[in-house]
């Protein structure tokens, strides 16, 4: 579902589903074309536009996989580290 404004998005498969045996040749011209397209655009470094759920993305703290335990983000490591002079250390009391 799109919202409203919003272009509609087309997915198109880049295998053949399961239990297809041979492809209509407008598929394969298809997606090799759609293929050679994102590829140049990669090449070509031209910027992904931005995807409106990117920023609840990056807002997500994954769980450390062997403790379960939420991961601190690598830049908020270096500004608690920076922070912490003035802050007293635990001492596990």
Do not use: C
């Not at 407008?26 to 031209?46: C, H, M, P, V």
């Not at 931005?50 to 997500?60: F, G, Q, R």
């Amino acid at each position: 579902p799109t919202r409203p404004g919003e272009e509609p998005v087309v997915a198109l498969p880049l295998v053949l589903p399961m239990g297809w045996k041979n492809s209509p040749p407008i598929f394969s011209a298809l997606t090799e074309t759609i293929a050679d397209l994102a590829n140049w655009r990669i090449k070509q470094g031209y910027p992904s536009p931005p995807h409106h759920l990117d920023d609840e993305a990056a807002s997500i703290v994954p769980d450390h996989p062997l403790t379960g335990m939420p991961m601190i983000p690598e830049d908020s490591k270096d500004e608690e580290s920076d922070n912490s002079s003035d802050k007293p250390a635990f001492t596990g009391d």
